[in-house]
């Protein structure tokens, strides 16, 4: 193996304490021997669910030598309740301890800048290797295999079981569910997520009817993955029809038919999209990325495409799939469909000639219509990535707090699921006011009408709750809040931006059909790089700051292609790493005139 830097690991500290540990704090001293991987996340960011995903198998494979530590680390302000977090490790399957760092102690510690980072510790406590961003489960399968190697050697290794403890299971009738729909006899069906199932409730939305699906993650014809939309397809008459699921961790929508109880794949491969792969064609062979809702809308079905910061349309006439707006750009940029950027959009209702979209990264309400020959992308409620609260009064300045769900209500205003503010909320176009209907709603996530009432999903209370349309809204107090991560002091001027990868081993950069890396900066506000933005191939690059401007948000994605480098194999394995970065920036005289981010490998 190639020389290593020798940086011992600082300890890992957090106010909210550990989870899955049977009540034992741990240390690193606890650790020793043990291959360490810390995963730095927070349940909101939509990539650190798919690094959860990619994590399992080698979890699974290394059980006796590798530790997973996931350190949860707060972006919105609801994440920081313990009790939040205690749910999600529960509702994301999370199968190894978990430290809870609300106030970002251990963050800090490692100097970590974007969710998801991976930090791997060898068995005697250095740290060897950081990764950012997705799709590197490949990387750390070779590192693991080559610490094993060295500290079995060294005598260094300890083998045995980790220190992860199971909680008890609670029974209920649901376990954090997702999505509902009502269906043509009057009953709901819910998607359930936690259990990978789909389950029918009477009218009642409490009497269990029937579940569907075995209730273990799988793509097979009787099983999901963690399902969360749900769409009725045109044309179901009173005894039934299809319901077209996005079934989430499948990568995939299934339909589930009421009359026969049959669930079939009717989009996805199982897999999940990655950059330079299609985003058109037969739906059958087109991967997507976490899909997180549907909805009928302009004559096809549109799909809420959290994974890639995008929304997709399938077509059942054609029985295709196409990008119908995004970039994979994460942000809020309005405009013509395909030049907008979403961030993690969860939540879809169709109305009239809008579809209303429920953009969860930048607590925003926002809606698509027709422009001409295509469509447009406008904002109606939010501006950002990093504001959020809640707020009521003029959609100028209200605020949302990660909002999951949209309905569209019968005087032709919007009702927002705002979850992490556990309330429902009213957006009217007419008025341009944001109002608040009910609170005490423990992360409702999606809401439908059943009659002149409205029903709605308490995901973190395992139940669908009804509630009477209001005439008059609830008064809250006002609260607004930013995304609190410490900024980063930088001098005037220039500004060198690198980031870091390093080809895992046995790897090399793909350049075989041109460069194989992509960076993109932009900030917020604009003015605050006066060189520097926009689209290249090189990983590095010189910024030059604004002068008139004194802090900001330095707006950062990269993406490396790495292949197997051997020379005999024609069709070498490749790999895509990718990721976003949000720098907070404080322009200040002594600041630093280097800016690294790591992707893959260590800062030298």
Not at 93 to 118: G, I
Not at 166 to 185: C, H, M, N, S, W
Not at 544 to 559: D, I, K, N, R, W
Request: proline residues 6%; aromatic residues 6%.
């Amino acid at each position: 193996m190639a020389p290593r830097a020798r940086v011992r690991a600082p300890e890992l500290i957090g106010k909210g304490g550990w989870l899955n540990t049977g009540n034992t704090d741990l240390s690193l001293a606890d650790l020793r021997g043990r291959i360490v991987i810390l995963d730095f996340w927070t349940f909101c960011c939509v990539n650190c669910l798919h690094v959860l995903d990619e994590l399992r198998e080698l979890e699974e494979k290394h059980r006796d030598t590798v530790v997973i530590i996931g350190v949860h680390s707060p972006k919105f302000v609801h994440e920081a309740e313990h009790q939040a977090v205690v749910d999600a490790v529960e509702r994301y399957e999370v199968h190894h301890p978990v430290l809870d760092d609300p106030e970002l102690a251990t963050w800090k510690q490692y100097a970590v800048r974007a969710w998801p980072t991976l930090v791997v510790i060898d068995p005697e406590g250095y740290v060897v290797a950081q990764h950012a961003g997705e799709g590197h489960a490949h990387a750390l399968e070779k590192l693991v295999e080559e610490l094993e190697t060295e500290h079995a050697a060294k005598g260094t290794l300890r083998r045995g079981d980790g220190p992860y403890v199971a909680p008890e299971p609670v029974a209920t009738d649901l376990r954090f569910p997702g999505k509902a729909v009502v269906l043509p006899g009057g009953g709901f069906l819910v998607s359930d997520s936690t259990r990978h199932q789909l389950v029918e409730l009477a009218a009642d939305g409490e009497t269990v009817v029937r579940r569907i699906g075995s209730g273990e993650r799988g793509f097979g014809a009787g099983s999901f993955s963690e399902p969360q939309g749900l769409a009725l397809l045109p044309g179901a008459g009173p005894e039934g029809g299809k319901v077209v699921v996005a079934d989430t961790v499948n990568h995939a929508l299934r339909t589930y038919d009421l009359q026969t109880g049959a669930v079939e794949t009717i989009a996805g491969t199982g897999r999940q999209w990655m950059q330079g792969q299609p985003t058109s064609g037969p739906a059958h062979e087109v991967s997507l990325s976490s899909p997180w809702d549907v909805a009928w809308f302009a004559d096809r079905l549109w799909i809420a495409m959290a994974g890639v910061h995008q929304l997709w349309t399938y077509d059942p006439r054609t029985g295709t799939v196409e990008v119908a707006a995004g970039t994979t750009n994460e942000g809020l940029v309005d405009g013509p469909a395909h030049e907008a950027w979403f961030a993690q959009p969860s939540g879809l209702a169709a109305a009239g000639d809008r579809l209303w979209v429920a953009d969860s990264e930048t607590s925003a309400l926002r809606y698509v219509e027709r422009d001409g020959d295509g469509f447009a992308v406008r904002t109606a409620v939010g501006t950002g990535l990093f504001d959020f609260g809640h707020r009521d009064g003029d959609a100028a300045q209200a605020l949302f707090q990660h909002p999951l769900g949209v309905t569209a209500l019968p005087d032709g205003s919007v009702a927002v699921s705002d979850t992490y503010n556990h309330a429902l909320r009213r957006y009217d176009p007419a008025t341009g006011e944001v109002t608040t209907l009910a609170t005490d709603l423990r992360e409702p996530s999606a809401a439908v009408l059943a009659g002149d009432e409205i029903v709605v999903v308490e995901s973190a209370r395992h139940r669908l709750t009804r509630l009477r349309l209001p005439e008059e809204a609830v008064r809250v107090e006002s609260v607004a809040h930013r995304t609190q991560r410490a900024a980063t002091d930088v001098a005037p001027g220039r500004l060198r931006l690198d980031v870091v990868f390093q080809a895992p081993a046995g790897q090399k950069l793909d350049t075989r059909y041109g460069p194989s890396t992509r960076l993109l900066v932009s900030s917020t506000p604009p003015e605050l790089l006066a060189e520097g933005s926009g689209q290249g191939t090189d990983l590095g690059r010189d910024l030059v700051l604004g002068e008139t401007v004194t802090e900001g948000v330095l707006h950062v994605s990269a993406m490396a292609a790495s292949c197997d480098d051997d020379p005999e194999n024609e069709y070498p394995a490749c790999h895509m790493h990718q990721q976003d970065w949000g720098v907070p920036v404080r322009i200040t005289e002594g600041g630093a005139d280097r800016l690294p981010l790591v992707l893959a490998g260590l800062d030298g």
